[in-house]
């Protein structure tokens, strides 16, 4: 297991994920068909990749007094974003670091199945099941920083709930699960928390925060929700998303934003769109300015060997051909790509 | 009229428009000696119009009066054209009536044509009995009078070549050194040759039994004398692959190989250009092919004329698509590189390709719709008041 010890000697390599690892780190964050294939091969295994160094060897040489870095994963549909972004979450909580996952921006725009009307602030919109469901996974990810962490402030919800300064965050987190209905305001309330909280340094107790959002393009593009009178919902009017936005803004210090784009659930974008400008938009960018740009390509030569070689360890690639023939096939007609290499191998 | 499909120029040319060309006025020149005679009309008028008003009949005089004209008229036509009229060949005067009655219809059959009267009167039977009334031949009243005789021809050399066999074999076992008749390169006539060759009718049985026949005389072991008289009857095959245009390889300025080619396929329309670089890249449009073509089965067909010559990695392909759908556009480009690689290979591998069917481009395209029917074949719901 290497888990801090990941150089570019190991490039194209397979690293095991503990299954311990994987319910706590990542109850939400895996895709879907990575998910898959963990359950079919029985462990997860992760191919170390030049952009998920690249972004580790960054967050190594960081200097975390200074305000928040901004990293973003860009690339081709199907090249491996996600996964170098789970990459590099499980590289973070390995070190100890506080992480604030945010599986798909892209679920909380679209699909919602009730809207509350804000009680917080009158014209924004609350997405309780969404939220309480995020929370859920949060407390999950990270136990053992819900004790130590004490709340700086105190929080009203109703007449009669309230929550003391000094409590710990974990009571906090528990109400917003349980009380379905301000759990929007609750994560508001954590992520201020954690945002003035990261800036203490680590002698005083204080913790390193990183932000993983994945499809980060969603919180300046539109939504498909529509207020009761069927006028579409600007996304500054939904709670979790302004408060999303005040996270990636870099007014605080002691952390890390890592952001991916994501073209396949976002809206209103064409397919063929991958870069920075054109999924974030002129809003978003410049509200992402200045960020590092990371690019994710297709597989080289030698990860493409590595993942056929780790499909035929694991004899997921029964045809007889596999060895030697079809091998050009599938580089020609995947052209490495590892998502559609993933498709393609699931039935052969 | 049935017979001349095509409207015969020689004639306009002869009598320079002061009279017609139809041949109706011709029959009323036939003596009544011709028109109480019967004629046998070859099968193949009976086939090409059946809607036509009783077979034609054509006097053996009128069709020498006919060739007569056509070459008079082949040399006017070589006069008003300036050429020699000694060297004027058939092509010759196909390109001369284009240039001289261009026609813009577009049933090539419907066209002037100026051709020799044997190649337009369809073959008739001469006369089959003399002034007696008696019959010529000894078999006319079987009713196939030719195919019966040709049976009976072929029948008398099976016996003769078995009868030299018994000689040659009671002569001693001579170990026969004789080969038999190549058959490679032609096959048999079929029926419809057959009659045309005959000048008569004949049954799909009666083809079979003189292809049984002949077949037996071939597996007869001496019978290379009758070789000529076998080759009489069987039709020789052209070589499809030399009709190939191979295009030659050009090369540009780095010194690297490439060629072009374009494919069509119901409405798609596509060039290529494919260089001998040395990566597996393939752009189409500028964009790449992974992206272009989402779906598995377009990448397929791109796919197979490469991993058919086992050469996946070595080209770059650089590729222009436009018109039809997802599918026919993967099919011009599979056409295209296949035309494309052409110039890199050696024949037998272009021989290999035409037979798997790489380079035959796919004449299928969408069926008109008929009025009164949903659409090409489905009918409207029948409603049965």
């Known amino acids: 297991m290497w888990r801090a010890c990941q150089s570019e000697r190991h490039l194209g390599q397979y690293y095991t994920l503990p299954t311990s690892h994987l319910h706590t ?78 599986p798909d921006a892209h679920l909380w725009v679209k699909n919602c199945k009730e809207l509350l009307p804000s009680s917080y602030h009158t014209s924004r919109f609350d997405q309780p099941i969404e939220a309480s469901n995020w929370l859920r996974n949060f407390r999950t990810t990270n136990e053992r920083f819900l004790s130590k962490i004490k709340l700086r402030q105190r929080y009203t919800w109703t007449k009669r709930e309230s929550t003391e300064k000094g409590s710990p965050l974990g009571e906090l987190v528990d109400m917003g699960v349980s009380r379905v209905k301000s759990s929007s305001d609750v994560v508001g309330a954590v992520l201020k928390e954690l945002r003035l909280q990261a800036a203490e340094t680590e002698e005083s107790e204080g913790f390193r925060l990183a932000v993983a959002i994945d499809g980060v393009n969603s919180l300046w593009g539109r939504t498909t929700i529509k207020k009761e009178d069927k006028s579409p919902v600007a996304p500054e009017e939904l709670t979790l998303i302004h408060n999303l936005r ?53 597989y080289s030569e030698k990860e493409f060997e590595s993942c056929y070689l780790y499909y035929l360890d694991r004899h997921w690639l029964q045809h007889p051909h596999s060895e030697n023939e079809g091998k050009k096939e599938i580089i020609f007609l995947s052209n490495r790509n590892p998502s559609v290499l993933e498709r393609l191998c699931a039935f052969l | 009229m049935a017979a001349s499909t095509g409207r015969t120029v020689g004639s306009i ?88 009655f261009p026609s813009g219809l577009f049933d090539k059959r419907a066209r002037p044509l100026m051709k020799h ?44 070549a078995e009868k030299q066999q018994v000689l040659l074999l009671s002569e001693g076992p001579v170990p026969q050194d004789t080969k038999p008749i190549s058959l490679v390169g032609s096959r048999w006539l079929l029926k419809e040759e057959l009659e045309e060759l005959l000048v008569e009718t004949i049954s799909d049985h009666d083809y079979a039994r003189f292809i049984q026949l002949m077949e037996r005389l071939l597996s007869l072991p001496n019978c290379l004398s009758e ?76 796919m197979f004329p490469f991993h058919f010559l086992d050469m996946l990695g070595r080209f770059d392909g650089q590729c222009t698509v436009g018109g039809g759908g997802r599918s026919s556009q993967a099919g011009a480009l599979r056409l295209a590189i296949s035309r494309a690689m052409l110039s890199f290979l050696s024949e037998g591998q272009v021989e290999s390709m035409r037979q798997a069917g790489l380079l035959t481009p796919d004449p299928r395209v969408k069926e008109r719709k008929k009025p009164g029917q949903e659409g090409a074949r489905r009918k409207f719901t029948w409603k049965k008041r």
């Not at chain 1, 002691?254 to 991958?274: D, E, F, K, R």
């Open chain 1, 25 to 102: 780190i990542f109850p939400h964050g895996l895709p879907a068909r990575y998910q898959q294939q963990v359950k079919t091969f029985n462990e997860g295994c992760v191919m170390v990749r030049q952009p998920a160094l690249e972004l580790i060897s960054y967050l190594k040489a960081a200097d975390y007094s200074k305000p928040a870095v901004r990293y973003l994963l860009y690339g081709l549909k199907g090249s491996g974003k996600t996964m170098s972004l789970c990459h590099t979450i499980h590289y973070c909580s390995t070190q100890g670091w506080l992480v604030l996952h945010i």
């Open chain 1, 246 to 298: 005040k996270m990636i803004d870099n007014n605080w210090c002691g952390g890390a934003v890592i952001a991916t784009l994501s073209q396949t659930g976002s809206l209103y974008s064409p397919s063929s769109a991958y870069l920075p400008k054109e999924l974030l938009g002129e809003e978003g960018f410049d509200s992402m300015d200045p960020f590092i740009p990371v690019p994710v390509s297709n």
């Open chain 2, 13 to 100: 040319l002869l009598k320079c428009g002061t009279r017609c060309g139809s041949l109706n006025k011709t029959s009323y020149n036939f003596t009544r000696q011709v028109l109480s005679r019967q004629l046998c009309v070859s099968s193949a008028l009976h086939r090409k119009n059946l809607a036509a008003a009783g077979p034609e009949k054509f006097s053996e005089e009128f069709i020498k009066k006919q060739v007569e004209e056509y070459n008079i008229g082949k040399r006017h036509l070589a006069n008003i054209m300036g050429e020699d009229p000694e060297t004027f060949t058939q092509q010759d005067i196909d390109r001369s009536i284009a240039y001289l």
């Open chain 2, 117 to 160: 009267p044997d190649e337009i009167f369809p073959k008739q039977q001469a006369v089959q009995w003399g002034a007696d009334g008696r019959p010529f031949h000894f078999l006319f009243y079987t009713g196939k009078q030719s195919y019966y005789s040709l049976m009976h021809d072929t029948v008398a050399k099976v016996l003769a």
């Open chain 2, 227 to 302: 070789k000529d008289f076998v080759q009489r009857y069987r039709k020789q095959l052209e070589i499809q692959s030399s009709k190939q245009q191979v295009a030659p390889l050009q090369y540009d300025e780095n010194g690297v190989a490439y060629s072009t080619a374009d494919g069509r396929r119901k409405t798609a329309t596509c060039t290529v250009l494919l260089r001998d670089c040395g990566s597996g890249s393939i752009s189409i449009n500028g964009r790449d092919y992974l992206h272009y073509f989402p779906v598995l089965q377009d990448r397929e067909q791109l």
